[in-house]
């Protein structure tokens, strides 16, 4: 079947470090990926996207990294904050008639500790 | 801007019954997609709705139905509610067809009993 990082991890880090989140996904097909952030009783939220086109991209406090080969994603935040508790969604759409489907992973649970 | 509305936020059912989950996107959006979040299971992708039409649908059985009307707010029926079918279900949006980026609703919360 399809899948996209299917264990769920937990990351804890310290208020301030850098978090790396991984991701692996499976369908050598998709040429487009996002990461998602949701919060406790929300919906996701994007965060960062990246082609296939692309190994780095970077926004605010955030950089995705795309590894084709090895067929990995990551998602790097800098100097994490409490606010940034979450679960973490890396999600790949294969491109089929236009991007109408995202296949999503398990997640990753980030706890940040004061 | 508004963003992705879905009601009602929690919804408890028995089994046997249907369940109508609504979802309005973002203004302007022409894409509806439905989302369901089980526990243990990530989000698997349900239904997918442009113009009107129903475009694509995940593994899902036909119980699983939905449309969308023509001010592209769409609704999602569950029928013959089973318990597994306990789960947050989640609507998104995209610009239209060809546009990838998805942004959630808050997601209606599930509880078949």
């Known amino acids: 079947g399809e899948s996209v990082g299917l264990h769920l991890p937990t990351l804890s880090v310290q208020e301030g470090d850098n978090s790396i989140i991984n991701c692996a996904y499976s369908n050598s097909a998709s040429d487009y990926f996002i990461w998602y952030k949701q919060e406790s009783g929300k919906g996701p939220q994007f965060i960062i996207d990246?082609?296939?086109?692309?190994d780095k991209r970077q926004g605010q406090r955030v950089t995705v990294l795309l590894n084709k080969t090895v067929k990995h994603l990551s998602l790097q935040i800098a100097a994490t904050q409490p606010g940034d508790s979450a679960v973490y969604f890396c999600?790949?759409?294969?491109?089929?008639?236009?991007?109408?489907?995202?296949?999503f992973g398990a997640g990753t649970r980030l706890a940040v500790h004061p | 801007e508004a963003g992705v509305t879905q009601s009602p936020t929690h919804l408890i059912k028995t089994r046997g019954q249907q369940a109508t989950l609504r979802c309005s996107p973002i203004?302007?959006?022409?894409?509806v997609y439905w989302y369901q979040q089980a526990l243990g299971l990530g989000l698997q992708f349900l239904l997918w709705?442009?113009?009107?039409?129903?475009?694509n649908r995940g593994n899902f059985p036909p119980r699983f139905s939905g449309r969308q009307f023509p001010n592209y707010s769409s609704e999602l029926n569950v029928n013959a509610l089973e318990l597994e079918d306990s789960a947050l279900y989640l609507c998104?949006?995209?610009?239209?067809?060809?546009?990838?980026?998805?942004?959630f609703g808050p997601g209606t919360r599930l509880l078949v009993l």
């Open positions: 709705y442009d113009e009107g039409e129903e475009r």
């Open positions: 998104a949006s995209s610009r239209d067809r060809g546009t990838e980026t998805q942004y």
């Open positions: 203004s302007g959006h022409t894409s």
């Open positions: 999600a790949e759409s294969p491109f089929s008639g236009g991007y109408n489907k995202l296949i």
């Open positions: 990246i082609r296939s086109n692309m």
